[in-house]
């Protein structure tokens, strides 16, 4: 089973045209977020993003953005404290 976590709320974004098809991401990423298509990276699994930054710190022309602890695993693990799950 693939971990899921907020759905439609991970910050994670791609820059098609900047992308020089490296495949850097894909190598970093834990949870097979991407995909080579027509020798550019494209998001496949969005809600999959657990938004390490991995990516975008090994993209070597910046084409990746992901804005760490906004939709993946930071507020899935607060909901979980509120309610006393987290134990």
């Known amino acids: ?8 709320t991970v ?17 970093v990423c834990p949870h097979d977020v991407f995909l080579m298509e027509a020798k550019k990276v494209t998001i496949i699994d969005r809600d999959a993003c657990m938004e390490c930054g991995a990516c975008a710190r090994n993209c070597p022309v910046d084409a990746i953005r992901v804005e760490s602890g906004t939709g993946g695993v930071i507020p899935v693990l607060e909901e979980m404290m509120k309610k006393g799950k987290a134990d």
């Open 1 to 8: 089973m693939k971990m899921r976590y907020l759905r439609n």
């Open 11 to 27: 910050s994670l974004s791609i820059d098609r045209e900047s992308c020089i098809g490296c495949e850097m991401c894909i190598a």
